[in-house]
């Protein structure tokens, strides 16, 4: 069965609510974020991912997680002024989320997705298709310069 996140809500990062279904005919790369992680310089492929695809229909979201070994422990403003400084990131950031436990949207909803689970770790990557439903689930260790990730989004582009 496939999920869909266009009727879930998640807090941006100036507290508002807002409804992931604004972006319906968007493709999505959703990817919890920290920054002080051994992943964290995927800051700059996602960037690069964003720039790349952004005008032909791609929107990176990035959502600070604290989950996994307390890597992201800073407060909104901080993480954006580091993200923006140290990678250039301009990627679109949310308020802090909860991806394991008692997980916080959107990832309460992105865990049913096949394959279903728990995100293991920092920068996972859930890749939305332009009707709202999860297409596919990168774990940490895909890059986002890699041929897998890349392909999948041009596929979901041209879909």
């Not at 952004?54 to 604290?66: D, R």
């Amino acid at each position: 069965m496939a999920i869909s996140v266009s009727a879930v809500s998640v807090r941006d990062a100036k507290g508002s609510e807002r409804s992931l279904g604004e972006w319906s005919g968007t493709v999505l790369l959703i990817v919890n974020v920290a920054s002080r992680c051994g992943f964290t310089r995927q800051y700059a492929g996602l960037q690069q991912l964003q720039e790349t695809y952004g005008s032909k229909g791609l929107a990176v979201l990035g959502f600070p997680c604290n989950d996994f070994g307390a890597q992201e422990p800073g407060s909104l403003p901080e993480i954006q002024q580091f993200c923006s400084t140290t990678y250039g990131a301009s990627f679109e950031l949310f308020d802090k989320v909860h991806a394991t436990g008692a997980k916080t949207e959107p990832y309460s909803t992105l865990t049913q997705a096949e394959p279903a689970g728990d995100v293991a770790w920092n920068f996972e990557k859930f890749l939305i298709g332009k009707d709202g439903t999860v297409l596919a689930r990168f774990k940490s260790n895909v890059e986002p310069d890699s041929a897998e990730l890349t392909g999948a989004i041009e596929a979901a582009l041209a879909a």
